[in-house]
């Protein structure tokens, strides 16, 4: 990994943070995207002071939430690092209750999966320039069981945090596999993972109760390290064989629900999306 140059979002905490560790332990250049600025530097400080052989890091602040927010990112992450090896989109969120970002948007949709749909878009020139590439999103395997409501995007029909996630993790996969059916003649590389779950501060957003459940699940969560060793070996591992466009769990591709694998799904919600941020690629 020396040399490398990789772009991770949501890596103030969690398995972001881990991963950027353990990457720029490998002699990485970490490149961090947090939305809590103290945090985010605090991070980068901490990921500095393990870096070995030299590892550069970088700390970028972004609310990827709304796309101008994104569009920000993008720019300034063009105008400082003029190679990009691995993109992570990472960042992730979930809300018990229904609302809408400055765009209009339902905001987990937002976060999840327009923001990696257009962060990737937007970095693509870059990361195909520097190939072999390779671009890695967080899913999970709680996609298993969700649709794409694509009469619904907004859930203004009703909304049920957990049901809205599972949602866009099943969009992550399907993203993952148009992207990958979308670059097959190219060098750069798009795959996913599940984590499992993790005892991070994901979900403590979303008032005491929520956050009582994180804390009773503890015991049986993983650890941040274990969480992201399967995102850590997607960026590492020199043998990319059958990745693109795969779904893996604990360091194995696996086969994700019939519903992550149609290939028409993937290819609407691809079309849905660029309408949604306005912009088409790649053809």
Not at 75 to 88: G, M, P, Q, T, Y
Not at 112 to 133: E, I, M, Y
Not at 256 to 266: F, K, L, R
């Amino acid at each position: 990994m020396r040399d490398k140059q990789i772009l991770i979002t949501g890596a103030s905490n969690g398995i972001g943070l881990a991963a950027a560790l353990a990457l720029a332990g490998f002699g990485a250049n970490v490149a961090i995207v947090g939305r809590n600025e103290g945090r985010t530097k605090s991070a980068a400080a901490q990921i500095q002071a393990r870096a070995s052989h030299g590892a550069r890091v970088t700390a970028f602040v972004a609310d990827v939430a709304t796309q101008a927010a994104v569009v920000r990112l993008a720019n300034e992450v063009l105008s400082r690092h003029a190679r990009i090896d691995v993109l992570v989109n990472n960042a992730g969120a979930m809300h018990t209750t229904r609302q809408l970002t400055d765009d209009g948007i339902e905001v987990t949709w937002a976060v999840n999966h327009l923001a990696p749909f257009l962060l990737t878009g937007l970095l693509l020139d870059r990361l195909r320039a520097q190939a072999p590439s390779r671009i890695i999103t967080t899913a999970s395997d709680a996609h298993q069981g969700a649709t794409i409501p694509f009469d619904d995007l907004d859930a203004e029909q009703g909304y049920s945090g957990f049901a809205r996630y599972k949602e866009t993790k099943l969009a992550n996969i399907l993203f993952t596999r148009e992207l990958a059916r979308r670059l097959e003649a190219s060098d750069t590389v798009c795959s996913c993972f599940h984590p499992g779950l993790v005892a991070s501060g994901f979900n403590r957003n979303n008032g005491p109760l929520m956050s009582l459940a994180m804390t009773v699940l503890r015991p049986v969560s993983r650890s941040v390290e274990k969480g992201a060793e399967t995102l850590v070996w997607l960026a590492r591992t020199p043998n990319v064989d059958g990745m693109s466009g795969g779904y893996f769990v604990d360091m194995e591709r696996r086969r994700p629900s019939p519903q992550a694998q149609d290939a028409q799904t993937a290819k609407r919600l691809w079309e849905i999306s660029e309408r949604q941020c306005g912009r088409h690629w790649p053809r």
